[in-house]
């Protein structure tokens, strides 16, 4: 007998210290390269970090409100918020991470000069969800190329401009399929994370991006039941830690910077 209940108490030790597991959403590239990144210093934790790679901006949110994923990690505060409104959901951001400067780049043209300078009627390619839309038009306005109605509107669309001296003709895609589309328009307003997979380097190939003081920080996201969870708390004390502003400064030079 007691050797019997000797095993169980071994039992019951290890089990007490066995990982729990924490599965997180999130797009390739910057937020699974950073989650990858700190995988270890949680495991040494006892959590357990799965990461699943999605590339649209839809799925990440339902996995998390259906309980079929922990959290997620590939938005900004204005699309979660625009998501929850539009889904009826109530997910929670948990802590910002990192911001990606959004940018707009060419095939045709070398700089903005060259495009302001050049003929009018121009194919520019812009993000089809709301906030991201908002966003690139945003920034086209901080460059001069167009005025909206409420400058400072993070959910203008098309219709909200105001002045177009160039006469832009603005093309509504998915956000996911804009570096594709590169070569087929003039201008394409890309958000970093796929840039950076499409092996653009924002820091040299964006004709305008947005300064580091942009709003768009970048945050891990879960349901409200979730955001005080242990596991939970770990994951977010690893991602804003001096290891990990040191990485994302390191490895992206500029085209992503730290939030934290």
């Avoid at 495991?43 to 990461?51: S, T």
């Avoid at 339902?62 to 625009?82: C, G, I, S, W």
């Amino acid at each position: 007998m007691k050797k019997l209940l000797a095993v169980f108490a071994a039992v019951a030790a290890l089990s007490a210290h066995a990982d729990e597991t924490l599965t997180v959403a999130a797009s390739a590239v910057p937020h699974a390269e950073i989650l990858e990144f700190v995988k270890p210093t949680l495991a040494k934790e006892g959590v357990d970090l799965q990461i699943k790679v999605f590339n649209d901006y839809v799925q990440p949110n339902l996995q998390v409100a259906e309980k079929r994923m922990d959290a997620n990690f590939f938005q900004h505060q204005p699309y979660l918020d625009e998501f929850n409104k539009g889904k009826g959901t109530d997910l929670v951001s948990v802590g910002k991470v990192h911001v990606e400067p959004f940018g707009a780049y060419s095939e045709k043209y070398k700089s903005l000069t060259e495009l302001s300078e050049g003929p009018d009627g121009i194919n520019v390619a812009i993000p089809n969800d709301a906030t991201n839309e908002g966003r690139a038009l945003l920034l086209l306005a901080k460059a001069g190329l167009i005025t909206l109605k409420d400058p400072t509107s993070i959910l203008a669309t098309p219709k909200d401009v105001l002045q177009n001296p160039k006469n832009l003709k603005f093309r509504e895609l998915e956000a996911a399929t804009l570096p594709r589309v590169l070569t087929q328009v003039d201008l394409a307003l890309i958000n970093t994370n796929f840039a950076l997979a499409a092996k653009l380097d924002p820091t040299k190939d964006a004709l305008i991006i947005e300064g580091a003081e942009s709003p768009y920080a970048n945050i891990l996201v879960t349901r409200t039941e979730n955001k005080d969870a242990d596991a939970v708390k770990k994951l977010v004390a690893a991602l804003q830690s001096p290891e990990v502003k040191a990485f994302i400064l390191e490895k992206y030079k500029g085209a992503v910077v730290p939030a934290f």
